[in-house]
């Protein structure tokens, strides 16, 4: 029997995809320990979009998480999710902080990372591999899948090649539109594992159209030997493929998966109190949407849409919006649909349908994109009249020379607070803001809430503190409890 690995996404892509990283340290700690008891190979931990979302919504130090969380986890090594140079973030940070960042995640432990580009551009990549091999880091590239006249046979063999010869620890085929199916996995993933060379090729997949489960099967029996899948309830919907499933799944069909469900039992009924208590998703599977395949427009992105049409009371045009990102992305040489670039498409098409006239009105990034500052591959496949129009205006001569400016440590931290600011707080300030990390520090360190431990003892606590019942009965897997309190307070309750 051919042993599967498994890399457990839950606390990183799981909660992105369904909860919007709105899940808190205390949430993740009190899991920590049970996942890490479950035979993971690997487990994603970090990212740098976290420390933004902790520190300005949930008031909540994202270094404490990376201190307490890499205690707990003694038997699982843990992942990193980014690289040097910004690829899939917004904005251009200096590579002076993406360093710098690496360097302090390595001094936790965490000594691998996952990282691409939204081009699937490896030419430059070498270069980052050995920058972040000399930080201590290995590096797994991206080998993103999308579906276009572009995206062929061909395109996939030679990108395949390309990500091989620089060298990386391993490369993932990544579905993050959930658009592969069973007969396209047959067909490419053979492909790609042949022209990657000795290095070993891992699968991760997002469920948006109901087919990543399916396509694990078959990538399994290809030869594909890590596949990556989240805990319920932060697997399936736009997230990845139920481990619980996937290990079923793969023991009936002849393989042995290297996971030990029982430690992840208590984890679901954690994060599902987590849920029910925040009003946070459940995942559900998908049912199969045609659709998906015209605009690609990620799921959370379609969310985005609908709200900021609802701001201007045009709601109802979302489908016009779906229909003109599909155009749109014709038009932009069909760029992958990842962050920035289905950001970037997906704007314009709203612009586009608010304003009733096409590229009246375009956005920073958009010249940005056509000027090639966020991949210059941009610049040789858009629509020449599209680019023309884009490029046709004031705004975008005053982009036309911009670099992005890369100062040196010493000046950022002058600039954030001088010498004696430590790294952590420095990196802090810069990803979320002096303003928002003050207001972090003024609102103290978050109390407890919820431990997956102590589910139970949480519950009668809770129970006991209701004033509107006088006895309480639960009666569970053969164990039962009478909580019962007098109405004298000389008589406390029994």
Aim: aromatic fraction near 8%; proline fraction near 6%; include cysteine.
């Amino acid at each position: 029997m051919t042993d599967i690995s498994f890399v457990d996404t839950t606390l990183r892509d799981g909660q992105q995809s369904l909860w919007a990283l709105n899940m808190k340290t205390d949430a993740m700690l009190g899991a920590a320990e049970r996942m890490d008891q479950a035979g993971f190979e690997s487990l994603e931990f970090f990212s740098s979009n976290m420390i933004k979302k902790y520190v300005r919504e949930h008031k909540e130090n994202p270094w404490d998480w990376i201190r307490e969380g890499t205690k707990k986890f003694k038997h699982t090594k843990l992942r990193l999710h980014g690289g040097i140079h910004g690829s899939g973030a917004f904005e251009k940070l200096p590579s002076a902080i993406m360093k710098l960042l690496v360097e302090r995640i390595v001094s936790y432990g965490i000594t691998l990372t996952r990282t691409s580009t939204c081009w699937n551009d490896f030419r430059g990549f070498k270069e980052e591999l050995h920058e972040l091999r000399q930080l201590g880091m290995e590096t797994i590239v991206n080998l993103i899948y999308s579906v276009s006249p572009r995206h062929t046979d061909e395109y996939y063999a030679r990108k395949a090649k390309e990500a091989g010869e620089i060298r990386p620890y391993r490369v993932c085929f990544k579905d993050v539109g959930g658009l592969l199916t069973p007969e396209r996995a047959r067909t490419l993933i053979p492909l790609i594992m042949k022209n990657a060379g000795d290095t070993p090729v891992e699968f991760h997949a997002h469920c948006n159209n109901g087919l990543a489960p399916l396509c694990y099967i078959e990538a399994a029996k290809l030869g594909i030997k890590t596949i990556h899948t989240s805990i319920p309830p932060l697997a399936n919907g736009s997230s990845q493929p139920s481990i619980f499933n996937m290990a079923k799944n793969l023991r009936a069909v002849g393989f042995n998966p290297l996971i030990n469900e029982e430690p992840l039992q208590p984890v679901v009924e954690h994060f599902t109190a987590i849920a029910e208590r925040d009003g946070l998703a459940i995942g559900q599977p998908l049912a199969y949407d045609h659709s998906q395949y015209l605009h690609q427009v990620p799921g959370g992105m379609i969310s985005n849409l609908r709200h900021q049409l609802r701001l201007v009371g045009m709601e109802d045009k979302l489908p016009a919006t779906l229909e003109e990102a599909a155009r749109v992305r014709a038009e932009f040489g069909f760029p992958i649909m990842v962050t920035p670039l289905s950001q970037f498409v997906g704007t314009q098409a709203a612009i586009n349908v608010i304003v009733g006239e096409r590229y009246k009105e375009v956005t920073d990034q958009v010249i940005q994109y056509a000027l090639g500052v966020w991949g210059a591959e941009a610049t040789e496949i858009m629509e020449p009249n599209v680019k023309d129009r884009i490029l046709n205006r004031g705004r975008a001569k005053e982009w036309t020379h911009w670099q992005p400016p890369q100062p040196s440590l010493t000046e950022i931290r002058n600039k954030f607070g001088g010498p004696s600011l430590s790294d952590e707080e420095l990196l802090l300030r810069v990803y979320a803001g002096s303003d928002n990390v003050n207001a972090m520090m003024s609102a103290g360190a978050p109390k407890p809430k919820l431990d997956g431990r102590r589910p139970l003892l949480q519950l009668i606590e809770e129970l006991t503190k209701k004033k509107d019942s006088s006895h309480i009965h639960i009666n569970r897997n053969g164990m039962s409890l009478t909580l019962g309190k007098s109405s004298s307070p000389d008589n406390p309750a029994e």
